[in-house]
């Protein structure tokens, strides 16, 4: 029988302090607030224990981040995607940041296995003054593992109304689609890391951004191609691909360790569940 499980999350800011508020049903939880960095910043860990998807099941993840809140998230371990026959297995999230609220999104990779079939869909709206990191990255099979992408599908969806979206459907045989250098060039991890706002960012800033994240991108494992782009005033966006997970992930860590000081003056110390 599928699984289908919801949590709502929502930050408040009580004085100086953000506060999370929690509700599930069915296998999602959360785990306790942490404060590493004082009372402004409330870090949470989101916990799925079945461990994985198989047809049928659902996700739904709804975060809500009120006026002068600033919530961040992370995930103990990827999200995985299994084999299925004819259902397909979905994960939905919504991010709401209300008037100068703060988000960071920041889960480990989502797995594809080899013939899962399985949809992602994240969507983000931003009020004015709100302002969102936020990535996603996903891998097609377990190539390190010798179980290449060869059967399944992976439906893919992360917009922003107004500003931005991306979408994609990778199926196991398109081939010119995952190996042709107009496509993913035989490389099977992607990922997209955005800095998005609810209101126009100025040029000197958007630049600096850039700048930052391109300096960051220069340093990069050369087995990772990666570019950094502004195709809005309310949006900057670095996406990447590579052979595997780990030299994609610590690309778009080096990003947001250099973007979370210069947007935000907070320092670029890694969640420590990322160690874990």
């Given at each position: 029988?599928?699984w ?25 939880r ?11 910043v ?9 461990g994985?998807?198989v047809g ?6 709804d ?12 995930t ?30 920041l889960?480990l990779?989502t ?10 869909h994240?969507?983000?709206t931003?009020a ?10 996903t ?6 593992a010798g179980?290449?992408f ?59 951004l ?6 960051a991108?220069?340093q990069a ?56």
């Amino acid at each position: 029988m599928p699984w289908h499980a919801r949590l709502s999350l929502d930050y408040q800011r009580h004085g100086d302090r953000s506060v999370l508020h929690h509700a599930h049903d069915g296998p999602l939880r959360i785990f306790k607030s942490l404060y590493p960095e004082g009372d402004a910043v409330c870090h949470n860990v989101i916990v799925h224990p079945p461990g994985g998807l198989v047809g049928g099941d659902q996700l739904s993840i709804d975060v809500r981040v009120a006026a002068g809140a600033h919530g961040l998230l992370s995930t103990p371990g990827a999200t995985r995607f299994y084999a299925a026959d004819e259902a397909f297995a979905s994960q939905r999230v919504q991010l709401n940041l209300a008037a100068g609220a703060r988000l960071e999104w920041l889960p480990l990779e989502t797995i594809a296995y080899p013939g899962c079939r399985a949809e992602n869909h994240w969507s983000a709206t931003l009020a004015e003054g709100a302002e969102l990191m936020a990535w996603d990255v996903t891998a097609l099979g377990l190539p390190g593992a010798g179980q290449p992408f060869d059967a399944g599908e992976f439906r893919q969806r992360l917009e922003i109304p107004g500003s931005w979206l991306e979408q994609a459907r990778m199926d196991a045989r398109d081939r010119r689609l995952l190996d042709s250098p107009l496509g993913l060039g035989g490389r099977r991890c992607m990922g997209t890391l955005v800095f998005a706002t609810g209101s126009p960012v100025s040029r000197e800033r958007r630049e600096a951004l850039l700048d930052a994240a391109r300096e960051a991108l220069g340093q990069a494992p050369a087995e990772v191609t990666a570019g950094a782009t502004a195709p809005g005033d309310r949006l900057l966006a670095v996406r990447a691909v590579a052979p595997l997970v780990e030299p994609l992930m610590t690309c778009l860590q080096s990003v947001w360790a250099r973007w979370r000081p210069l947007a935000w003056n907070l320092p670029a110390d890694a969640p420590r569940i990322w160690g874990v």
